[in-house]
């Protein structure tokens, strides 16, 4: 019986590498990266466009950012909630020791909806860096990855 062809594509990934544990001082040197904006692999060029898009690759290294298929950064999601609602969390854990015991019930209420409204979607750049900086740092980049640098003569 001959084969049909399915209409849908599916993505392989473009660099596949074993999963590693990073040491302390990786994750450390993560870390900074990640508040800087900057490339996980290298620390040199900004993963971020000015209005928030992630970059192809990497000014300095030349590494990808979209390291497999299209919806790459969709785990970036995760991140993305779960640093916003810490973040509400915090400020409402924040207020409500400060307030004892007087602690503003209606504004909480109200606040917290506001807070993750406007707190979610301006952290969607920045969970992205997060999510590319933990796949570096659990699969590590191997040189396939890596777009060789533009020569200037």
Known sequence: MP?????????????????????????????????????????GGPVLKPLGSVRENCRACGLRFERTDHSYFSGAMFFG????????????????FVTWP??????IQWGAAAGLILVAPALIPFSRVVWLAIDVLLRPVVPE?????????
């Open 102 to 107: 007087n602690v503003p019930w209606d504004a």
């Open 145 to 153: 990855e890596l777009k060789p640098a533009p020569t200037v003569l």
């Open 3 to 43: 084969e049909v062809a399915s209409p849908v594509r599916h993505h392989s990934r473009k660099a596949e590498t074993a999963l590693r544990q990073p040491d302390l001082l990786d994750v450390a040197r993560s870390i900074g990266r990640v508040f800087l904006l900057r490339c996980p692999h290298c620390g």
């Open 81 to 96: 909630i779960l640093i916003s609602e810490g973040l509400v969390v915090l400020t409402l854990v924040v207020t409500m």
